[in-house]
Structures are given as C-alpha cells and as structure tokens.
C-alpha cells in the first residue's frame, strides 16, 4: 500500500537497528520506492518480519522509514526493546523471555537462509521444527538457562547452532531414512551439539577438521562431556539428543574425540551431524578464517569422507544441500 506523505515527513530507521529489536512494534513502518513514493511494510498488529528485514538487507536497503509524529515512540521503543537488553534483564518474566528467545531464533533462521536457493518448502519446514523445539525448551526453567547462556555466549555460536540445525533437519530428511520425530531429534542434537561450550570458560573454537593438540583438544573433548550432562539434567530434552551431542566429534576411523570411537559404534545421526556442522564451520567466517564458497567447503568433506574422519554417505547427501547459484550459504 502506498502510502501518503506524513505532515511533518519522514524519519530513517536503520534496519540494523531493528533487527536487534523484539518483534511488537508500537509504530507503522515504511519502505521507500522513490523519492516521493513509500509503502507501508511493517505496522502495530503485524510487528517485525525478521526475514523480510534480513531480505531488505540483502537487497541493500539500509534504512525503514517512520513518521515523524511517531519519533518519541520510536526512541523510546529503539531504546527500550533491545532483545539482548530484556534477555539479560532480570525483572523481565521467563514467560516473556521464551517470546524473546523464539524471537531471536526467527532472526538467525533468517540469516541463516538469507542468499541460499533451498527449495521454501524445505526452509519452511526446517524453520517450523526448529521453532517447535525452542519454544518447548523455553518454557522449562533449566532448558530456557540453557538457551538464555547459548544467546548469550556469543553471536556466533548461536548462529552456528541454528545453522546445524536447519540443515541437520534437511539433510536427514533428504535421506528418506527417518522419521519425522527422529527429523526433529536429529534437528534437535543439531541445535545443541555445542551447548556444552556455554560452560567452558573463555573463548571457545571449535575447528571440526582441525587435528587439535593441547588445550584445544581438551576444549573440544570437553565440551561434548559438558553438552551431554546439560541434556542429562534436563527433563524436557530427550536422551537421543544426548547421543548426537556427545558424539559430534568422533570420526568413523577412530580419529575423533572424545572417545576415538569407530563407525560401528557411532550412532548414525551423530555422524550426520558431525558433517553438517563442519559444512556450516567451513562456510561462516569466525576465528579469524574466510568463509569457503559452498562447493570449496563440500570438497574438502569429500577429502575428509575419503580419509575416513568423516561418513561418506551423509557427506554425498550434502551435495543435495549446495545452492545452485553461486554466494554463501550461511
Ligand atoms: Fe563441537
Ligand atoms: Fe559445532
């Protein structure tokens, strides 16, 4: 709807800035489509679409617009509804902070698919069961402290749990293998193979394929056991997730951690998980590394599969998950 020139005009508001919002807005919202003409896009019932926002960003629209009659309200509200500002915020309700928490998960979904050409059903689908799972687990008071630390632990990490998760899920449905309940706990383990991270002081890296000496390796055997018992002390998440979790770095040649457990006695989904999340460490940029293109990233899993450090079948099936046009994938 186009809508018409406000008395008093128009006021810019950064996308950036609203990303970082909650998802209620108590104002309209505008695009520009030319220097006279603006649409209406977000409003007081709707609130904000993360993942129309994250494809205005893509297109490189940098600022939304809003009237300036509502500029005390924006201010107030820019201020005021800063998701990570309610999450660390004690005075707000855990009820409240389950709505935030999915809101945040909507957000990184968004980024996550943002420039991919997975087919939407299969995105839809991915982003539901992921939803699912997080609003389940935000409403229980030891799982939400689980989710509140993984949001609060660093950007990355989250990002890269949602990431595993999303494609976990289609992975493991491409392969026609499971259930849809064991989707949701494949997608599940996914999400929280590096819960165990939120307990290990300081920085942490986790470099799938890199063969980890020392300290690293302690920090890798480490927060698999620490995954594991988060889950274990958690009733509301189901003992599977468990299994994925703690195996995530065992290779089928006995060259992985914590363990060195073979193929024969690794649990499927934990092996498909383990290529998903070295798929999505080889294609995001963190500690210091350049992103791979998605093709870069998938030869290098042939290279891993062939060495035996990672499961030859769920490494082919991830061919099915490469965009087809060029840019990154997450
Ligand atoms: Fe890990
Ligand atoms: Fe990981």
Known sequence: MVAHAP??????VAIEDLRKLARELPLDLFIQLSESNYCHVFSRTTGLDYGRLANYRQKGVTHLHARESDRAILEQHLREHQLDRLLADSSVRPEQKAGLILNWTERTIADVFIST???????????????????LMARQ?????????????????????VA????????ARASGKYSTEDVALISWGGFLHDIGATRIEGDFYCDPLAAAEGPARD??????????EIIQESRSIPKEVGYIV???????????????????????????????????SLISSHGGRQALAPQQAFD???????????????????????????????
């Open 219 to 228: 920090q890798l055997d480490s927060h698999c056991r620490l995954g594991l």
């Open 117 to 135: 050409s997975y087919a939407p059903e299969a995105m839809e689908d991915s982003r539901r069961l992921v939803l699912q799972y997080v609003d």
């Open 7 to 12: 008395a008093g005009g128009w006021i810019p």
């Open 246 to 280: 703690y195996q995530h770095h065992e290779s089928p040649n006995g060259s992985g951690r914590p363990n060195g457990t073979r193929r024969a006695g690794m649990h499927e989904p934990g092996m498909l998980v383990a290529v998903v999340d070295a798929w999505s």
């Open 164 to 171: 595993v998760a999303v494609f976990s899920a289609m992975l």
């Open 141 to 161: 008071p030891y799982s939400l402290a689980a989710l509140l630390r993984l949001i609060s632990h660093e950007h990355y990490l989250h990002f890269h749990s």
């Open 300 to 330: 290098v899993l042939v290279k891993a599969a062939e060495q035996g450090r990672l499961d030859g079948d769920s490494v082919e099936l991830l061919r099915t998950l490469i965009p087809r046009q060029p840019g990154r994938a997450a």
